[in-house]
């Protein structure tokens, strides 16, 4: 079995800053993509950043210029930090990874539960 848990959510003022962190832990061979969404209240999930285990990026329109996704592959942790935030960016902010149980296995997605991130105005 595999776990990710995130942690680093909370409140914020407009314009502050917030680091997430989410690792991976469990029966882990390596780890493909890992990637970041959100939730709002009444919408739907929707992608923040992804980055693949050769360090490729991905960013949402709404967060390329304020976002940064970063990994540890030897941590098996994926980060991202958010500056400038705004009130939009308030949400519950899911990790999601891609794990290989073994050499040559299939990738399965896995969720963290999420963390709040409440950004006020």
């Known amino acids: 079995q595999v776990q990710l848990v995130e942690s680093g959510g909370g409140l914020v003022q407009a314009g502050g800053s917030l680091r997430l962190s989410c690792a991976a832990s469990?029966?882990?061979?390596?780890?493909?993509?890992m990637g970041w969404y959100r939730q709002a209240p009444g919408k739907q999930r929707e992608l923040v950043a992804t980055?693949?285990?050769?360090?490729?990026?991905n960013y949402a329109d709404s967060v390329k210029g304020r976002f940064t996704i970063s990994r540890d592959n030897a941590k098996n942790t994926v980060y991202v930090q958010m500056n400038s935030l705004k009130p939009e960016d308030t949400a519950v902010y899911y990790c999601?990874?891609?794990?290989?149980?073994?050499?040559?296995?299939?990738?399965?997605?896995?969720w963290g539960q999420g963390t709040q991130v409440t950004v006020s105005s």
């Open positions: 980055i693949t285990n050769a360090g490729i990026t």
């Open positions: 999601r990874g891609e794990v290989r149980p073994w050499a040559g296995g299939p990738a399965v997605k896995y």
């Open positions: 469990g029966n882990i061979f390596s780890i493909d993509a």
